[in-house]
């Protein structure tokens, strides 16, 4: 069974993070992922950028992943709008 830690390391793996928080139940996650490199991207591309570091892991090993795709800036204006 795929775990939030082993989809944790996936992504980062592949994938440049500033933050990186999955959390699951074995078969459906969410992760809120922060890296420079979805800069001037819209969320469409910035998921298929996930989905490729993932490649076959998401038919064969994860039902469904949601995600939370955003720019270090993002982040952090997120943050101040949350105290």
């Given amino acids: 069974m795929t ?3 082993a989809i944790h390391r996936y992504i980062a793996d592949g994938l440049p993070c500033e933050h ?3 959390d699951g139940d074995g078969r ?3 992760a809120t992922i922060v890296s420079a490199q979805f800069a001037g ?10 989905y490729a570091v993932l490649g076959d892991r998401m ?3 994860i039902h469904a992943l949601s995600m939370t795709t955003l720019t270090p800036e ?4 997120q943050r101040t709008k949350q105290g």
């Fill in 3 to 5: 775990t939030p830690d």
């Fill in 20 to 22: 990186l928080h999955v």
């Fill in 74 to 77: 993002e982040w952090a204006a």
């Fill in 28 to 30: 459906h996650f969410e």
């Fill in 41 to 50: 991207k819209r969320p469409v591309q910035r998921h298929q950028m996930v």
């Fill in 59 to 61: 038919r064969e090993e």
